[in-house]
């Protein structure tokens, strides 16, 4: 028998309603034990109220955990401290699970014997977002495979076993408001020996609001996915950032040969701010808050 707990972070997002329908809507064995854990992230326990009322009906037990404040880093740190099953999986308060997901997820584990799973998440978009965006998929996320290996990962479609890989490990509270803290998380976990496979099927949806479906939100994704990379990259800083500079260079290149296509002039774009962003994380560039400073709802 399988035990699962999914443990999903929130701040200010009343989405999370729709992500706990959806796990609701799971098609899982009789023999999986699942828990859900909300792990409340605002100051005041803001998404209490929504969770318990959800929670009357619900087919598994939820715990709810007001894990204050504004670091997503303390929210997740919570939810490993409050797991007690097998598994724990991630997932995001702006996502939706498919029916299949758990169970595809759970048999990619059991018949690999990994440490941790990761799902893709397919980004959804509105009706409004520029064409070159929904044709190019700009926001979905996938696991980056190095040399047949994959050595880090993300928190928004994850399993992962408790097995001595993940004992002791937490999120770094210096990221919890910058983003990239499940990154280095990963990265880690990977260097204690963790292993990690993928699982193609177990799909995740994210909607993509019009606060994202811009080229400048795009960018400083991009920027701050570079610096986390720059930040754990080992050896002497200053041959990185030669590397980094020609890649980058290369990219800027690539993009004015591109320059009539919407989608690969945009994406060469992305891949130089994304090695601009590697540079600074190298030498220790500040990076911008991206967590934490929605207006309270």
Same mark, same amino acid.
């Given at each position: 028998?399988?035990?699962?707990?999914?443990?999903?972070?929130?701040?200010?997002?009343?989405? !999370?309603?729709?992500?706990? $329908?959806?796990?609701?809507?799971?098609?899982?064995?009789?023999?999986?034990?699942?828990?859900?854990?909300?792990?409340?992230?605002?100051?005041? #326990?803001?998404?209490?109220? !929504?969770?318990?009322?959800?929670?009357?009906?619900?087919?598994?037990?939820?715990?709810?955990?007001?894990?204050?404040?504004?670091?997503?880093?303390?929210?997740?740190?919570?939810?490993?401290?409050?797991?007690?099953?097998?598994?724990?999986?991630?997932?995001?308060?702006?996502?939706?699970?498919? #029916?299949?997901?758990?169970?595809?997820?759970?048999?990619? *584990?059991?018949?690999?014997?990994?440490?941790? %799973? !990761?799902?893709?998440?397919?980004?959804?978009?509105?009706?409004?977002?520029?064409?070159?965006?929904?044709?190019?998929?700009?926001?979905?996320? *996938?696991?980056?495979?190095?040399?047949?290996?994959?050595?880090?990962?993300?928190?928004?479609?994850?399993?992962?076993?408790?097995? #001595?890989?993940?004992?002791?490990?937490?999120?770094?509270?210096?990221?919890? $408001?910058?983003?990239?803290?499940?990154?280095?998380?990963?990265?880690?976990?990977?260097?204690?020996?963790?292993?990690?496979?993928?699982?193609?099927?177990?799909? %995740?949806?994210? #909607?993509?609001?019009?606060?994202?479906?811009?080229?400048?939100?795009?960018?400083?994704?991009?920027?701050?996915?570079?610096?986390?990379?720059?930040?754990?990259?080992?050896?002497?800083?200053?041959?990185?950032?030669?590397?980094?500079?020609?890649?980058?260079?290369?990219?800027?290149?690539?993009?004015?040969?591109?320059?009539?296509?919407?989608?690969?002039? $945009?994406?060469?774009? !992305?891949?130089? %701010?994304?090695?601009?962003?590697?540079?600074?994380?190298?030498?220790?560039?500040?990076?911008?808050?991206?967590?934490?400073? *929605?207006?309270?709802?």
């Amino acid at each position: 028998m399988a035990s699962v707990d999914i443990a999903i972070c929130t701040f200010r997002r009343p989405f !999370l309603a729709e992500t706990l $329908r959806s796990v609701a809507a799971l098609e899982i064995d009789n023999d999986t034990l699942v828990r859900v854990i909300v792990s409340d992230n605002d100051v005041t #326990p803001s998404a209490q109220g !929504l969770v318990q009322a959800i929670a009357r009906d619900f087919p598994f037990p939820v715990m709810y955990l007001h894990s204050p404040a504004q670091n997503i880093s303390i929210a997740r740190n919570a939810c490993l401290d409050a797991a007690s099953a097998e598994y724990l999986a991630f997932i995001d308060d702006d996502e939706t699970v498919s #029916p299949q997901w758990l169970g595809q997820l759970l048999n990619r *584990a059991e018949t690999t014997g990994a440490d941790a %799973v !990761l799902g893709p998440v397919r980004a959804v978009y509105a009706d409004t977002a520029p064409q070159w965006m929904a044709r190019g998929d700009f926001h979905s996320t *996938a696991p980056v495979v190095v040399n047949g290996r994959i050595l880090t990962g993300y928190t928004c479609n994850v399993l992962m076993r408790r097995t #001595p890989a993940l004992s002791g490990l937490r999120f770094d509270l210096a990221l919890g $408001r910058s983003g990239g803290e499940d990154t280095d998380f990963f990265h880690r976990f990977t260097h204690k020996g963790g292993s990690i496979v993928s699982a193609p099927e177990a799909w %995740v949806y994210e #909607p993509v609001p019009e606060s994202r479906a811009a080229m400048s939100w795009l960018m400083r994704r991009k920027l701050r996915s570079g610096q986390t990379h720059g930040m754990l990259l080992g050896g002497a800083r200053l041959p990185q950032a030669g590397i980094a500079a020609a890649k980058a260079g290369y990219c800027f290149a690539m993009a004015g040969l591109t320059a009539f296509s919407p989608i690969e002039r $945009r994406k060469n774009l !992305l891949r130089a %701010v994304l090695h601009l962003g590697v540079i600074g994380g190298i030498f220790g560039v500040g990076q911008a808050v991206h967590y934490g400073d *929605a207006p309270a709802r």
